[in-house]
Nanobody, 115 residues
């Protein structure tokens, strides 16, 4: 049974940093593209960044240069390093695992950027 468990969210002031972590179990981690999505009230989840099983990354334009996605196949974790956070980065961040035949989601971790 697939489990994706996010951690690392919280309240941070503008300009601050957070590191999100997603622990993955129950699936063959190396076979999946891993991603981080963000959802705000009244909006659909949007892709923030993803990383393929061979390490190719994509970052949403608005976070490029500030956020960095990475993965560790030894610990089955995916990370999102978020620097220079802005109020518009506020939302619930979800970890996603996707292959050609399956997709899984974590429960989400809330990030609030405010003074």
């Amino acid at each position: 049974q697939a489990q994706l468990v996010e951690s690392g969210g919280g309240l941070v002031v503008p300009g601050g940093s957070l590191r999100l972590s997603c622990a993955v179990s129950g699936i063959s981690f190396r076979a999946y593209t891993m991603g981080w999505y963000r959802q705000t009230p009244g909006n659909q989840r949007e892709l923030v960044a993803n990383i393929t099983n061979v390490g190719t990354t994509h970052h949403k334009e608005s976070v490029r240069g500030r956020f960095t996605i990475s993965r560790d196949s030894n610990s089955n974790r995916v990370y999102l390093e978020m620097d220079n956070l802005k109020p518009e980065d506020t939302g619930v961040y979800y970890c996603n695992a996707r292959s050609a035949v399956a997709e899984y989601w974590g429960q989400g971790t809330r990030v609030t950027v405010a003074t």
